[in-house]
């Protein structure tokens, strides 16, 4: 069976993390999870031309990703992010700006990839440039409706506004936030009631397949337009938890294109999510008994 391509649109940035340097960015992080799941993991991104940008292609060719869709700017410097992790190895971050992928551009070949992809995962954050955010805009409207689109809401800092989750909301088929961004939707889109019927209402005005919320130590639910699946999440000393929610929308889409049910999705999405927790970094290596195609 030929491994269906799936595509992480966005930023690639490092990590600096108390351990060191890791590389990351939540497209990347969902390219490289979709790969170690068995399926075809294409980042799609731009670095600087500098050291921190050679070592991030560096790192992905030598894990087997296809970097064919990175460009490389010679004029604005490969992204990092600041992350500090509490007591409980969760992270926050802080995003110093106009780095490289805030002038993210699509090589040809990666257009071309696009329209037999199987899937695209995309954010927020990258769309805090008004130059990134077209990039990204064009790049959803080329592709066939036969693409699955995911939406990562991954909110960081100040870098969203109503219009930009609204128009990424219309443009896709799954949306996938966590507990902590919940409530920033129902503020900002009127949301009533409790967490299901927040995400009962996404999913009824913007038409979504599914509905993903990640409740850390909780577990997740999955909300389709038939099902619901509600897990309770498994037990986890984390060393931190930078990649886990990248890894889990990896594993969900990898399912849905595999045609596996709900709860074996979610199982499955939170025994990865739970292994990235308990290790260093955003892409640490993965187990092959996580594969779900061989």
């Not at 769309?127 to 080329?142: K, N, V």
């Not at 990898?254 to 045609?259: K, P």
């Amino acid at each position: 069976m030929q491994r269906p391509a799936v595509i992480g649109i966005g930023e690639i940035l490092w990590d600096i993390l108390p351990s060191g340097e890791h590389l990351g960015g939540a497209p990347a992080n969902f390219s490289y999870h979709a790969d170690s799941l068995g399926l075809r993991g294409v980042p799609v991104s731009t670095v600087g031309a500098d050291l921190r940008g050679q070592r991030a292609l560096q790192i992905l060719e030598n894990r087997g990703i296809v970097t064919a869709g990175i460009t490389v700017s010679s004029t604005h410097p490969t992204g990092y992010v600041e992350a500090r992790l509490d007591d409980q190895g969760i992270a926050s971050y802080h995003f110093p700006e106009d780095t490289a992928w805030d002038y993210l551009t699509v090589t040809d070949w990666a257009r071309e990839l696009g329209r037999t992809a199987s899937a695209v995962c995309f954010g927020s954050l990258v769309q805090r440039s008004p130059d990134s955010r077209r990039t990204i805009e064009e790049f959803l409207e080329s592709l066939p409706d036969t693409v699955l689109k995911v939406f990562d809401v991954n909110l960081r800092q100040a870098f969203y506004s109503k219009d930009i989750l609204h128009n990424s909301l219309s443009r896709a088929d799954i949306l996938k936030l966590n507990d902590d961004e919940l409530p920033v939707l129902a503020g900002l889109f009127d949301l009533k009631g409790d967490d299901r019927q927040q995400l009962g209402a996404l999913q009824s005005r913007y038409n979504l397949q599914l509905v993903i919320l990640t409740r850390g130590a909780h577990g997740s639910l999955l909300l389709s337009r038939e099902n619901l699946s509600d897990h309770p999440g498994l037990p986890v000393v984390p060393v931190d938890t930078v990649g886990a929610g990248d890894s889990f929308t990896a594993a969900v889409t990898a399912g849905l294109l595999l045609g596996l049910r709900l709860d074996e999705i979610n199982d499955h999405a939170n025994r990865l999510a739970a292994y990235v927790c308990g290790q260093r970094g955003a892409m640490p290596l993965i187990p092959a008994s996580f594969r779900l195609l061989i």
